[in-house]
């Protein structure tokens, strides 16, 4: 069975505009969350990296149309229509409209401006002609303006409206209707007279059936919403109402964006998903004190600034505002005062004091501003740029009250529990001191994108959270994380020294190999749950949904490694991430304990439990190496023991896998001759370098 398209992937390479990335991430995020990845995917990664078996869907966002031809005409227009072909689907928006035309026509006549030629994808059979409406400058809202679209009944099977979009710069598709018998249909027409010969019928946005595959190409930005547009941009006479006139259709648009991402085959979202926002962080110990040492330490490290009261922890990638849980904060007192005072009132406040009560304060730039918060709307976020705060709790752990989704004393009670049953020959340290947020970018992120904060963190230091809205995973991959799911990422540093005996390549193995402990040695019973390894770094199990003897395996769980080298040691950030109670997109563990008879699983008990395993395989691992003993726990764990595979680096050469080596770690293929039979050649192959497609059986090379 092959795997479910979870991955709905966002064109940001050369020729996509970052506000035109930016509006189509925030939307297809909001419509199509929890039950898909919204995420950017690079030219590189189109070109190289397997995406196309765990792709829902491929966005061509907006641009210059003549950028993409530059990335990926021959190789990368070619992995694109065959994904299409064989089943995929793909959204053009404006100039992603163009670029999936047979033909593009854009101010033909206007020096410097025209662009006229083929197009290699040719979803759409004939030309789309621009400017569909005139005034469009590169870079620029001069030419924006708010349009007015007709909604094809027969299109979309839906009863017909008008509705107003935002435009800028697309194209109409010229005599859409000629070409219904080659799989083309008309969605919505312009319902304005154009300033380009738009043939028969005005086609503003098309359906297009390709082979198995289908297309949505678009000339306007029905994705543009007007909560996340800039008043300061929209002041001429054309375009002066843009704002107001999108919001009084914003029912209709949203209603017509959900029917055209249905007829793509995705499975939309009943209501509407908001964006969440950041979330507090909470920083604790089963030892407060620990907590309290390591604020000290990174005040000695000079790591802590402060900036009157207010403390900072400036990160390369993050700026951390520190809260004392139990301390006086002046600034949080006058937040707190100032809220409560009547409008008036809070008017006729001085400035000083009304910057000092934000609660996000940037710190970054000179003349610091305060930022609007983050929870009072919803739309585009710069989660770069929004002041984490951290709570620092030095003399007890959180109640349940600051973090309802995430039980502290559960979990380090648990951890005290597993401790003397898995910690035999390591310390029992890791997890001991625990960064907690119910919404996060990426617990990797935290850690990894700071590198000086991560230098001065102790080895075992965990950072979880409830839901990340920037998972991260292997490649063009992100791990969904909705609430439900088990995050986390834990830090531990690899002596230099230890390369030769412990290569690094092998903590990956080692993480997947803690997980599978730590869900059968979760509790008595759980040792039946049936998961597996997929190499070099997922993990799998029996869909409960099938019949056991059909071998049905679905991804449940994934792990991304990092590492940065200073001083004599890898600093390595380790992040798992795992489908626990969650029911979607994917098979949980909790689904596969009640099909067992078993509890569901909890996941502060499941990252304790994982926690100690981990800890212990990797101190046996630095001691004698990745060994018989862990080869031999290895095998028992994976997938793929005397797999058939095709090379496709190879020529198509047919292989059986034989494992890994023992010295770096290298997947191990035997070549097969037309018999099946071993012709003596063997093939090691790196994971980072190579990608394996379990289902289909192929390795395939990333150059």
């Known amino acids: 069975m092959p795997p479910k398209r979870l991955n709905v992937l966002i064109y940001a390479g050369p020729g996509a505009t970052p506000n035109s990335i930016r509006h189509a991430t925030w939307t297809l995020r909001r419509l199509l969350g929890p039950n898909y990845a919204i995420i950017n995917i690079t030219a590189e990664q189109l070109l190289k990296e397997p995406w196309p078996p765990t792709c829902a869907l491929l966005v061509m966002p907006g641009g210059a149309d003549m950028g993409y031809c530059r990335s990926l005409n021959g190789e990368g227009n070619r992995r694109i229509k065959q994904y299409v072909q064989l089943g995929g689907s793909y959204l053009g928006l404006c100039a992603g409209g163009y670029f999936g035309c047979q033909r593009c026509e854009f101010e033909v ?166 964006v969440p926002s950041l979330s507090r962080l909470h920083l604790s110990s089963a030892q407060p004190t620990q907590v309290a ?82 929870l009072s709307s919803d739309r585009i976020l710069d989660y770069n740029e929004i002041t984490k705060h951290i709570v620092t709790h030095e003399n007890e752990m959180p109640d349940g009250k600051e973090t309802p989704s995430f039980n502290h004393a559960a979990f380090f009670a648990n951890l005290k529990s597993y401790v003397p049953k898995n910690c035999r020959e390591s310390d029992g340290m890791w997890g001991q001191t625990l960064l907690y947020g119910e919404v996060v970018t990426s617990t990797n992120t935290l850690l990894e994108r700071n590198p000086t904060l991560l230098s001065h963190l102790p080895i075992g230091f965990t950072a979880t959270a409830t839901t990340q809205v920037a998972g991260r995973g292997r490649g063009s991959n992100v791990w969904v994380s909705p609430p439900g799911s088990l995050m986390f990422s834990t830090v531990l540093r690899h002596g230099l020294a230890l390369s030769n005996t412990a290569p690094v390549v092998f903590i990956q193995y080692i993480a997947a190999l803690a997980i599978i402990a730590g869900i059968h040695g979760y509790a008595k019973g759980y040792e039946s749950i049936p998961v597996k390894l997929k190499w070099p770094n997922d993990i799998y199990a029996l869909d409960p949904s099938k019949d056991p003897k059909d071998k049905s395996y679905v991804k449940i769980g994934g792990i991304l490694v990092n590492s940065s080298y200073a001083g004599g040691d890898y600093t390595i950030v380790t992040g798992i991430g795992m489908n626990v109670n969650n029911t979607a997109p994917s098979v949980s563990l909790s689904q596969l304990a009640q099909k067992a008879g078993l509890a569901p699983f909890t996941l502060e008990k499941l990252l304790a439990s994982i926690l100690t395993h981990f800890e212990e395989l990797y101190t046996r ?61 063997k093939w090691e192959l790196q994971s980072d370098s190579n990608s394996f497609d379990f289902f289909k059986g192929l390795l395939k090379k990333k150059t």
């Open 293 to 374: 040492e390591l604020l000290h330490a990174l005040h000695e490290a000079g790591m802590v600034t402060k900036e009157k009261t207010d403390e900072y922890i400036k990160g390369e990638n993050d700026l951390f505002h520190l809260e004392h849980a139990g301390r006086w904060n002046m600034s949080s007192v006058t937040n707190a005062v100032t809220d409560v005072l009547p409008k008036p009132v809070q008017d006729s406040l001085p400035s000083s004091v009304v910057s000092s009560s934000s609660a996000n304060v940037d710190t970054n730039k000179e003349n610091a501003k305060p930022q609007a918060d983050p």
């Open 109 to 274: 006549g206007k020096r410097a401006m025209e662009v006229v030629g083929d197009r290699e994808l040719g979803f759409f059979p004939g030309t789309c002609r621009g400017l569909a409406f005139p005034g469009f400058v590169y870079n620029s809202e001069a030419g924006a303006r708010a349009v007015t679209l007709r909604v094809d009944a027969d299109g979309l099977g839906k009863d017909a409206k008008t509705f107003t979009s935002y435009y800028n710069g697309g194209g109409v598709f010229a005599d859409a209707g000629k070409y219904r018998d080659k799989g083309v249909q008309v969605l919505a027409t312009f319902g304005d007279d154009l300033a380009v010969d738009g043939g028969e019928g005005g086609a503003a946005v098309v359906f297009c059936k390709i082979g198995e595959g289908k297309v949505v190409l678009t000339g306007p930005h029905p994705e543009f919403a007007p909560q996340n547009l800039n008043p300061d941009n929209y002041t001429k006479s054309e375009n002066a109402t843009l704002i107001d006139d999108l919001k009084a259709d914003e029912t209709p648009r949203n209603d017509f964006l959900k029917a055209c991402l249905d007829r793509l085959g995705l499975e939309v979202s009943k209501e509407s998903t908001p």
């Open 621 to 681: 691992f630095c001691r004698a190496g990745f060994d018989a003993r862990f080869e031999s726990i290895y095998y028992d764990s994976w997938l793929h023991s005397d797999q058939i595979v095709t090379l496709e680096a190879e020529g198509g050469a047919k292989a059986r896998i034989k494992g890994i080596t023992r010295d770096w770690g290298l997947l191990v293929a035997e070549e097969l001759n037309m018999d099946g039979k071993s012709t003596g050649r």
